[in-house]
């Protein structure tokens, strides 16, 4: 069963890069997913910030792709966010998500989630 | 990217119907996909493409779609489904997009 979980510091200074780690366990990161970056500020909804395929193809949330890297590590199984010049806007919970493409039927959705970390920014 | 519309909230009465909207021009391209978050919990996918359900969702919940308009529909709603609701999608330039989210309280 597949499973992902997200490592990363807690605490991060403001104008810093919030770094953040996804491990895949129980099946391959080269399977045919996009694999993407989730996240929900306290009190508020789901913001989507980018995903990756196992190519390297990237997609980023227009409103922060200045600032957004994701990558991906075919050999440790896992992928990564980098996110610059962060302020306390961007403290949040962050989710790293599988996600499901099939351009044919229109379909796409997340068919599994990591628990999530808090990230907070504050000095 | 394009926006996904819902409602905040939205309460029903235990064991009736109840029916959650998503509005975005993306959904005439793209099937909605539905989930629910607890407090203090990840999402959980409930419906997905036309109307799926993922092993372990209770039949209860189903899914449709018209026009710009995707729904999801709680069929004797259960004082478990209290929760968050979010619709998602792809939009036109391939972004990702959530709706707001919907707060369903079950009196």
């Given amino acids: ?123 | 990217s394009s926006e996904l519309t819902q409602d905040p909230a939205v309460s029903v009465a235990l064991g009736q119907t109840v029916r959650i909207t998503c509005q975005g021009d993306s959904l005439r391209s793209y099937y909605a996909s539905w989930y629910q978050q607890k407090p203090g919990q990840a999402p959980v996918l409930v419906i997905y493409g036309k109307n799926n359900r993922p092993s372990g969702i209770p039949d209860r919940f189903s899914g449709s779609s018209s026009g710009n308009t995707a729904s999801l529909t709680i069929t004797g709603a259960q004082a478990e489904d209290e929760a968050d609701y979010y619709c998602n999608s792809r939009d036109s330039s391939g972004d990702v997009v959530f709706g707001g989210g919907t707060k369903l309280t079950v009196l």
Avoid: M
């Fill in chain 1, 1 to 123: 069963q597949v499973q992902l979980q997200e490592s990363g510091p807690g605490l991060v200074k403001p104008s810093g890069t919030l770094s953040l780690t996804c491990a895949v366990s129980g099946g391959s990161i080269s399977s045919s997913n996009w694999w993407s970056w989730v996240r929900q500020p306290p009190g508020k909804g789901l913001e989507w910030i980018g995903e990756i395929y196992h190519s390297g193809s990237t997609n980023y949330n227009p409103s922060l792709k200045s600032r957004v890297t994701i990558s991906v590590d075919k050999s440790k199984n896992q992928f990564s966010l980098k996110l610059s010049s962060v302020t306390a806007a961007d403290t949040a919970v962050y989710y790293c998500a599988r996600g499901e493409w099939l351009v044919q039927s229109g379909d796409w959705y997340f068919d599994l989630w990591g628990r999530g970390t808090l990230v907070t920014v504050s000095s």
